[in-house]
C-alpha cells in the first residue's frame, strides 16, 4: 500500500481529472446504493465526478466508486475549508471492511 502525505498527493496520484459535480446526489436516482457505507450526503460536502488512471486499492481508499446509472466515477470530499495539501491522505477502505 502506497503512502501519502496529504489528500492532495493521493487524489493527483490516482485521478487523471476531475469536474466537481455538487448536485449528484440530484442528478443520480439511485446514488446511495453505490456510495461506500461510511458516506452520506451529510458527511460529504462535496462531490466530483473523475477521470481515474485505473480502479485499484487506492481509488477505494479515496472512496471513489463507479454510479452505473450515470457511467461515472464519482469522488466524495468529506472536508471543507482547508486546502487540500493540508489535509490528511485517507483511507475508507478500512471503514468499509471493518
Do not use: C
Not at 461506500?36 to 473523475?50: F, I, S
Amino acid at each position: 500500500m502506497k503512502k501519502f502525505e496529504s489528500y492532495k498527493e493521493q487524489v493527483n496520484y490516482s485521478v487523471e481529472s476531475m469536474v466537481l459535480f455538487n448536485k449528484y446526489t440530484e442528478v443520480s436516482e439511485n446514488w446511495f446504493e453505490y456510495v461506500p457505507e461510511t458516506l452520506t450526503d451529510e458527511n460529504v460536502y462535496q462531490w466530483y465526478a473523475v477521470d481515474i488512471w485505473q480502479e485499484n486499492e487506492e481509488t477505494e481508499r479515496l472512496g471513489i466508486f463507479y454510479d452505473e446509472d450515470l457511467e461515472l466515477y464519482i469522488l466524495p470530499v468529506t472536508h471543507w475549508g482547508t486546502p487540500w495539501e493540508g489535509v490528511p491522505a485517507v483511507d475508507f477502505s478500512e471503514s468499509v471492511e471493518g
